[in-house]
C-alpha cells in the first residue's frame, strides 16, 4: 500500500519538477534580462532614470534596444572592413593573458553552436580503440594543432552524460562516423543520457 502511494508521488514529481524548474528558469531569466535592459537604457544615456512604475516595460524596450544592436553588428560583419576591425580586436584579445583564455574559450564555444557547417563541428559516432565500445562524440576540429607530421587525427569531443563536460581525444578519421543530427540535439542526447526518444543513425 505504502508503494504504491509512493509510486503515485514520485509521478506527480516526474510531472511538477521539471515545469516547475522550467518556469523558475524561465522567470529568472526574463528578470535578469529587463535589469539588463534597464542598465542600457540608463548607460546609453537614453533616459536618466527608469520610473518606478514603468519599470518592467523600460527595461524589455531596453531588451530590444540590446537585440537589435547584435542585429547591426551581424550586419556589419558582411562588410570587409568591419571584419578587418573585428580581427584587429580578435588578435589583441588573444594576447592578453588571463583574458586570452576567457575570450578564446567563449568564442570558440559560440562557434562551436552557431558557426557555419562544418567550421562549428558536427556529432559522429566515435570507436574508440578495440571496436567494443561505440561513443557519441562531436567533431571540433578536422585539422588541429599538436598533431605530428602525416598524422590526419581529427578532434573529438565526448560529451558526458547529465554533466558538462568529457574528454578529447585524437581520433582517426576511419573511427569517426557522421551523423545526422544537429550538434545542439547530440548534446542534449548525452546531457539526459539518451532518455529522449531521439535515435540516431549510422547504428
Same mark, same amino acid.
Given at each position: 500500500?505504502?508503494?504504491?502511494?509512493?509510486?503515485?508521488?514520485?509521478?506527480?514529481?516526474?510531472?511538477?519538477?521539471?515545469?516547475?524548474?522550467?518556469?523558475?528558469?524561465?522567470?529568472?531569466?526574463?528578470?535578469?534580462?529587463?535589469?539588463?535592459?534597464?542598465?542600457?537604457?540608463?548607460?546609453?544615456?537614453?533616459?536618466?532614470?527608469?520610473?518606478?512604475?514603468?519599470?518592467?516595460?523600460? *527595461?524589455? +524596450? %531596453?531588451?530590444?534596444?540590446?537585440? !537589435?544592436?547584435?542585429?547591426?553588428? $551581424?550586419?556589419?560583419? &558582411?562588410? =570587409?572592413?568591419?571584419?578587418?576591425?573585428?580581427?584587429?580586436?580578435?588578435?589583441?584579445?588573444?594576447?592578453?593573458?588571463?583574458?586570452?583564455?576567457?575570450?578564446?574559450?567563449?568564442?570558440?564555444?559560440?562557434?562551436?553552436?552557431? *558557426?557555419? +557547417? %562544418?567550421?562549428?563541428?558536427?556529432? !559522429?559516432?566515435?570507436?574508440?580503440? $578495440?571496436?567494443?565500445? &561505440?561513443? =557519441?562524440?562531436?567533431?571540433?576540429?578536422?585539422?588541429?594543432?599538436?598533431?605530428?607530421?602525416?598524422?590526419?587525427?581529427?578532434?573529438?569531443?565526448?560529451?558526458?552524460?547529465?554533466?558538462?563536460?568529457?574528454?578529447?581525444?585524437?581520433?582517426?578519421?576511419?573511427?569517426?562516423?557522421?551523423?545526422?543530427?544537429?550538434?545542439?540535439?547530440?548534446?542534449?542526447?548525452?546531457?539526459?543520457?539518451?532518455?529522449?526518444?531521439?535515435?540516431?543513425?549510422?547504428?
Amino acid at each position: 500500500m505504502i508503494k504504491k502511494q509512493i509510486k503515485i508521488l514520485i509521478a506527480g514529481a516526474l510531472v511538477v519538477i521539471p515545469v516547475a524548474f522550467t518556469v523558475w528558469l524561465v522567470v529568472t531569466l526574463a528578470e535578469w534580462l529587463t535589469t539588463m535592459g534597464e542598465k542600457v537604457l540608463v548607460g546609453t544615456g537614453i533616459i536618466s532614470e527608469i520610473p518606478p512604475e514603468y519599470g518592467s516595460c523600460m *527595461g524589455w +524596450a %531596453g531588451v530590444l534596444l540590446l537585440v !537589435v544592436a547584435v542585429y547591426l553588428v $551581424g550586419l556589419m560583419t &558582411r562588410f =570587409l572592413l568591419f571584419k578587418k576591425i573585428l580581427d584587429m580586436v580578435d588578435r589583441l584579445l588573444s594576447r592578453l593573458p588571463g583574458i586570452k583564455i576567457i575570450y578564446e574559450s567563449t568564442r570558440d564555444l559560440l562557434e562551436l553552436f552557431g *558557426g557555419d +557547417a %562544418g567550421k562549428a563541428g558536427y556529432p !559522429v559516432l566515435y570507436t574508440a580503440p $578495440g571496436g567494443n565500445i &561505440r561513443m =557519441l562524440g562531436i567533431v571540433t576540429n578536422e585539422n588541429p594543432a599538436g598533431r605530428p607530421p602525416g598524422d590526419d587525427s581529427v578532434l573529438v569531443y565526448l560529451p558526458m552524460g547529465y554533466m558538462i563536460g568529457g574528454p578529447i581525444v585524437y581520433a582517426s578519421p576511419a573511427s569517426v562516423e557522421k551523423l545526422d543530427m544537429s550538434v545542439e540535439t547530440a548534446m542534449r542526447l548525452a546531457a539526459t543520457a539518451f532518455i529522449a526518444k531521439e535515435e540516431i543513425s549510422g547504428n
